[in-house]
Nanobody, 120 residues
């Protein structure tokens, strides 16, 4: 069984910073693409940033130049450094990973979500 567990969410004032972490555990052989998504109230879940196994990254337009995604392959962990936060960044943030298990199956897994609230 594979689990992704996020941490690091919370309440911050506009202009502040937060760092989210997502640790994958369980029967993991390898992790391919990892990423962060977010869902604001009344809106669909949207991509924030992704990072490949080799470290190539891609960001959604609204967060480019403010957020940085990274990963530690040895720890099966990814991070999202969020700077210059805006009230519009308020959402539940979910981590995602495409994971190959020891049994050989390859599929996507989601974390449980962590709330980020940015006050004006």
């Amino acid at each position: 069984q594979v689990q992704l567990v996020e941490s690091g969410g919370g309440l911050v004032q506009a202009g502040g910073s937060l760092r989210l972490s997502c640790a994958a555990s369980g029967s993991i052989r390898s992790i391919n693409t990892m990423g962060w998504y977010r869902q604001a109230p009344g809106k669909q879940r949207e991509l924030v940033a992704i990072i490949t196994q080799s470290g190539n990254t891609n960001y959604a337009g609204p967060v480019k130049d403010r957020f940085t995604i990274s990963r530690d392959n040895a720890k099966n962990t990814q991070y999202l450094q969020m700077n210059s936060l805006k009230p519009g960044d308020t959402a539940v943030y979910y981590c995602y990973g495409t994971i190959k298990t020891m049994g050989g199956s390859l599929r996507g897994y989601w974390g449980q979500g962590t709330q980020v609230t940015v006050s004006s």
